[in-house]
């Protein structure tokens, strides 16, 4: 495997990109810049990396209750069909960007790429290596980092796979909890599918839930329909391929959800990740999206130790939607009062 890296771009923390509406405008961190005369307490004076959760994600861990962390805005694939948009087949190119807080450069940065069966609790044993690639990160500057080895999407899943990239320095900037954005700033997670639609079709979402303990628990898995202000920012970078009078998410979606038979499997275990979930569950008080309106759908079975079940999410586009209406929702998997994960899903109705 080669572990040679190409940068995409470099952009100081605080730019907005180019202006143009181009993927450096996208992606370009919109926080202010680094304050260099912050109290002691709060400043690094060595490397600090950070691959964002959200846009407005400085870094701080552990994630505040309630954050969708499965949205990176750092982590995207490129493809024949535009960005975030992965073929089946096809050789779909990676890249993650990487924001150094810290006052010293940071040198061989180790960027991991990964991808993952859709599933609603990923972990080390669940997901399978893209690439690895290095980069320098200036202080207080991003880099756009390319995965050096091309993905290519499986059939069996539709091309939906999850992406994970995580950037670390091994031994001045390690990872503290692999495969977890919730408490480790060097995790970014891309759990994310587009549906294109006409008025009245069904649609069907097939995600993995998985006991990640070794002992039996109680899943509960939450479908939420957002009703939002805005067109998701996931959304927006695709508009050139969708139609041209987007609206912002509706919530009247009706849910169905049930578990495949037949899919039962076990995965390999992760200790480390199983800990953080269950010490995770102890701050978790608060819902997801709290202050969002959104409706609820609620589904819970028993897992065995390590098991895992394809679950599968279905639904119908209101026979009266029309072109340009989007829809938004999200899957999310909760063992106990800890979130282990979620998918989101965007539905587009098309002519």
């Not at 599918?193 to 079709?201: H, N, R, T």
């Not at 049930?258 to 200790?271: D, I, R």
Request: charged residues 20%; hydrophobic residues 40%.
């Amino acid at each position: 495997m080669e572990n040679t890296i190409e940068v995409k771009e470099g952009i100081k923390i605080g730019h907005t990109g180019d202006g143009k509406g181009s993927l450096k405008d996208f992606h370009a961190p919109q926080i202010p810049p680094l304050n260099f005369g912050q109290k002691r307490e709060t400043r690094h004076y060595t490397p600090w990396l950070v691959v964002r959760a959200n846009y407005g994600d400085f870094g701080a861990r552990p994630l505040a209750p309630g954050t969708v962390f499965w949205e990176s805005p750092d982590v995207w694939v490129e493809s024949s069909l535009g960005v975030n948009q992965p073929v089946v087949g096809e050789q779909n190119t990676v890249y993650a960007r990487v924001s150094n807080y810290g006052f010293q450069l940071a040198t061989a940065v180790m960027v991991k790429f990964w991808w993952a069966d859709p599933s609603l609790a990923i972990t080390e044993s669940t997901a399978h290596l893209i690439g690895v690639a290095y980069a320098n990160v200036p202080s207080g500057w991003s880099v756009d980092v390319k995965c050096p080895n091309p993905w290519v999407p499986v059939e069996v899943n539709g091309g939906h796979e999850c992406l994970i990239a995580e950037a670390f320095i091994p031994a001045s900037d390690p990872l503290s909890a692999p495969m977890d954005p919730t408490d480790d700033r060097h995790v970014g997670q891309k759990n994310e599918q587009l549906v294109m639609l006409k008025k009245g079709m069904p649609f069907s979402i097939k995600v993995k839930a998985i006991n990640v303990t070794n002992e039996a628990r109680d899943l509960r898995i939450s479908v939420q329909t957002l009703k939002a202000e805005t067109i998701h920012p996931l959304v927006q970078l695709r508009a050139a391929n969708l139609p041209a009078n987007l609206t912002p998410a509706q919530a009247n979606l009706g849910f169905g959800a049930s578990f495949v038979e037949g899919t039962a499997n076990f995965v390999v275990e992760s200790v480390r990740f199983a800990e953080h979930v269950l010490l995770r569950g102890l701050r978790e008080l608060e819902e997801l999206l709290d202050g969002e309106d959104h409706n609820t759908f609620h589904h819970q079975a028993r897992f065995g130790p390590l098991e895992s079940r394809t679950l599968e999410v279905t639904g119908k586009v209101p026979n009266d939607a029309q072109p340009g209406q989007t829809f938004l929702f999200r899957i999310v998997q909760r063992i106990g009062k800890a979130v282990t994960g979620g998918y989101t899903v965007h539905v587009v109705v098309t002519e």
